[in-house]
């Protein structure tokens, strides 16, 4: 099974900041998703992306295949960016998602 | 909206009810997933489909049974659940049920058993 882990696990930041989530995993992967739950529970799909970096908005998404690692960008963060950041990487031999804990982040105003 | 229509909401229950879960998708999906979400756990797999066929069952309780009738359709039906399967249960489909297709997900269902 692919162990998927995040930090930090909770991250408190002040509006305006430039954020950095980071994901590792065990396994070598075909692309590894990043997610955003709100208080609701709702869940959006931010990023799939198996090299390099990709760009969305504020939201920026790096991984390197090497070193098995993934970090999630958001620069000039808001209060909105407020939510829940999950990692996600396909388990070993099966190609089904294994989830990280999760990111806590709270911007405050 | 996120394309994928989840219901009900919230959901109380005792044990020895029976009770459905419905997930609703017009995306074009052919893969279909139920994910349960346990307080400071992660999103945990149960069951995936793809064209109508249960391709993984993640060792799920028979309590849990899921039915999907069309690629546009799932369902969860529930029988004698137990107080530790209180958690928020969510849908998700995407394009195939490869780990390099995005997937969409519901608002979930909060479930809470008495």
């Known amino acids: 099974k692919n162990e998927v882990e995040q930090s930090p696990q909770n991250l408190t930041a002040q509006e305006g900041e430039f954020i950095t989530i980071n994901c590792s995993y065990s396994?070598?992967?075909?692309?590894l998703h990043w997610l955003q739950q709100h208080p609701g529970g709702g869940i959006v799909s931010l990023f799939m992306l198996s090299s390099g970096k990709k760009k969305h908005g504020r939201l920026i998404a790096t991984i390197n295949i090497q070193e098995k690692h993934s970090s999630l960008h958001i620069t000039a963060s808001h209060p909105r960016d407020s939510a829940v950041y999950i990692c996600a990487g396909p388990s070993f031999g099966n190609e089904k998602l294994t989830f990280g804990t999760g990111t806590r982040l709270t911007i405050i105003p | 909206e996120t394309g994928v229509t989840q219901t009900p909401r919230h959901l109380v229950m005792g044990m020895t009810n029976k009770k459905s879960l419905k997930c609703e998708q017009h995306l074009g999906h052919n893969a279909m997933y139920w994910y349960k979400q346990s307080a400071k756990k992660p999103l945990e797999l149960m069951f995936v489909y793809n064209f109508k066929e249960q391709t993984e069952n993640n060792s799920v309780p028979s309590r849990f049974s899921p039915e999907c009738p069309n690629s546009s359709h799932l369902f969860l039906h529930l029988h004698t659940l137990q107080p530790e399967d209180s958690a928020l249960y969510l849908c998700?489909?995407?394009?195939?049920?490869?780990?390099?297709?995005?997937?969409?997900f519901g608002d979930g269902t909060r479930l809470s058993i008495l």
């Open positions: 998700a489909s995407s394009l195939g049920d490869g780990s390099n297709q995005p997937q969409h």
């Open positions: 396994v070598g992967i075909s692309a």
